[in-house]
């Protein structure tokens, strides 16, 4: 994928796009851990002008996060509900390594809000997207960005997640309800 190519024509897509969280053009980048979300998201909210990028990995409850339900009702809480209201969304970042959530943290919307991460477009939450973008690569590269990202003691738990994101991804049908699909 040519972000040079691709990146423009979303941030198009989104500056033409209604509102579908109150005053808020959401944009939900979804797909498999290490398929290049973060990656994608940073390029798009520069070319929509610094649009703030919540990254999902800041809302699971650890490794062994349900990707459904619990997630996406605090996502909805926390964010969506506040900002299709007009107000700021307040969150609490999870410290993976004390295994807790800290403080709130006020999260004021703006014109482009990006959420990125795994299960940022499941169902309950993409309904509020003026885009979802699928993101997705083979399961090694995958695998091998994340172990080069978090290191090689996290293995067991790369793989564990793999297999509790595809189960989620299967139920969710996240994937087909994508507008773009990429492959990286």
Sequence with gaps: MLLSHVVPM???????????CGGVRLVCIDGPAGSGKTTLAAAMARAAGAAPVVHMDDLYEGWDQDLGTALGARVRRWLLDPWAAGAPGRMRRFDWASGRFGDPLPVAPGPVMILEGCASAASGLRERACLVVWIEAARGVRLARGLQRDGPGLGSRWLAWQEHEVAHFAADGTRAAADVLLTT
């Design 10 to 20: 979303l941030a198009a897509w989104t500056r033409h796009a209604a509102p579908r």
